[in-house]
């Protein structure tokens, strides 16, 4: 592979000397050759690091926890509460889900976490890098986390959330 | 010199501008729209900002192309009740797990954020009273 010359500054064309050469960096005096052999090493440092963020950036860079779990489908009779009081749930992503007062919520199954219901009275997602549709898991009146529903996994909460509810 | 700049502005604003959306506003456009068949549901897809405007990604509805995102653009795809991933792909993909009922319309607003190269564009599920109102002056992109 023929070798890379950078013209460092004007003034001189033609035929380089290699030991003018600082890492493909042309130099015309010592005095240049002398700040370019100075400034490059911090330049590769600097461009190294650029590539592994580029490189970082390019991938997920937060995810959602996601448990395995079985959903047993409910009941003849399932459970229904209407929650009075507002409720904020983290999942360590950095996204909190809130849950709006005066929402009605239904159980559609069972998991080893808790039950599982769903609201038609909100959006309940999950959110981190991607963003997933979910139903509340909820145990002893505590949410645990969340049952996403295209993925058939739980998503646990940072830590259990008591709710207020009425039964309805 | 101050041709140069003007030239350059020019071009910017044509390169930006030709990331907006340019059909008919979703207003307009509504009375065309088919009545949603009694075993299909529909996903209503917008992007009300400008910001990024010359980002307009694929959106592919379970890896299947169903249009692009465009800057202030709207477009709405019809499927079979099911579960769904939405996804758009700029330096980084974005997705969107969803399910959708019977006679089900769902809205998804096709957020802009910051990139490292180049911004990302993700889609968000919204209350419906919410996508609603926002789609109103959005512009027909659809195939």
């Known amino acids: 592979m023929e070798p890379f010359y950078l013209r460092a500054s004007s003034g001189q064309t033609g035929n380089m000397s290699p030991h003018t050469v600082v890492s493909g960096i042309v130099a015309n005096s010592p005095?240049?050759?002398?700040?370019?052999?100075?400034?490059?090493?911090?330049?590769?440092?600097?461009?190294?690091?650029?590539?592994?963020?580029?490189?970082?950036?390019?991938?997920?860079?937060?995810?959602?926890?996601?448990?395995?779990?079985?959903?047993?489908a409910t009941l003849p009779a399932p459970k229904a509460f209407l929650l009075d009081a507002g409720a904020?749930?983290?999942?360590?992503?950095?996204?909190?889900?809130?849950l709006r007062a005066n929402t009605t919520?239904?159980?559609?199954?069972?998991?080893?976490?808790?039950?599982?219901?769903?609201?038609?009275?909100?959006?309940?997602?999950?959110e981190a890098s991607n963003v997933y549709e979910a139903a509340l898991v909820v145990r002893d009146g505590q949410v645990?986390?969340?049952?996403?529903?295209?993925?058939?996994?739980f998503c646990p909460a940072t830590q259990p959330v008591a709710l207020a509810t009425t039964p309805q | 010199?101050?041709?140069?700049?003007?030239?350059?502005?020019?071009?910017?604003v044509?390169?930006?501008?030709s990331g907006c959306a340019s059909g008919?506003?979703?207003a307009t456009y509504k009375a065309s729209i088919p009545p949603l068949k009694p075993e299909q549901g529909r996903i209503y897809l917008y992007r009300t900002t400008v910001l990024g405007a010359a980002l307009s990604p694929v959106i592919k509805v379970n890896g299947t192309d169903i249009g692009a995102s465009k800057a202030q653009g709207f477009l709405y795809y019809d499927c079979a009740p099911g579960e769904?991933?939405?996804?758009?792909?700029?330096?980084?993909?974005?997705?969107?797990?969803?399910?959708?009922?019977?006679?089900?319309?769902?809205?998804?607003?096709?957020n802009v954020s910051m990139g490292f190269f180049v911004g990302h564009v993700y889609p968000e599920l919204v209350e419906n009273a919410i996508g609603a109102k926002e789609i109103q002056d959005c512009k027909y992109t659809g195939k």
Request: with cysteine; net charge positive; hydrophobic share 45%.
């Open chain 1, 31 to 72: 005095a240049e050759q002398h700040r370019i052999g100075r400034r490059t090493p911090a330049f590769l440092a600097g461009s190294f690091v650029f590539l592994l963020l580029s490189i970082g950036c390019a991938f997920d860079v937060v995810q959602v926890k996601q448990l395995p779990v079985t959903l047993t």
């Open chain 1, 88 to 98: 904020k749930v983290t999942i360590g992503t950095g996204f909190a889900v809130n």
């Open chain 1, 105 to 126: 919520w239904q159980e559609i199954g069972t998991t080893q976490f808790g039950e599982v219901y769903s609201t038609k009275d909100q959006v309940l997602t999950v």
């Open chain 1, 144 to 153: 645990t986390g969340f049952y996403l529903l295209i993925e058939k996994k």
């Open chain 2, 1 to 12: 010199m101050k041709t140069k700049i003007l030239f350059l502005a020019f071009a910017l």
């Open chain 2, 14 to 17: 044509s390169a930006l501008m």
């Open chain 2, 24 to 26: 008919p506003s979703f």
């Open chain 2, 84 to 110: 769904y991933v939405i996804e758009t792909s700029t330096e980084v993909t974005r997705k969107l797990s969803l399910v959708i009922a019977k006679e089900q319309e769902r809205y998804v607003r096709l």
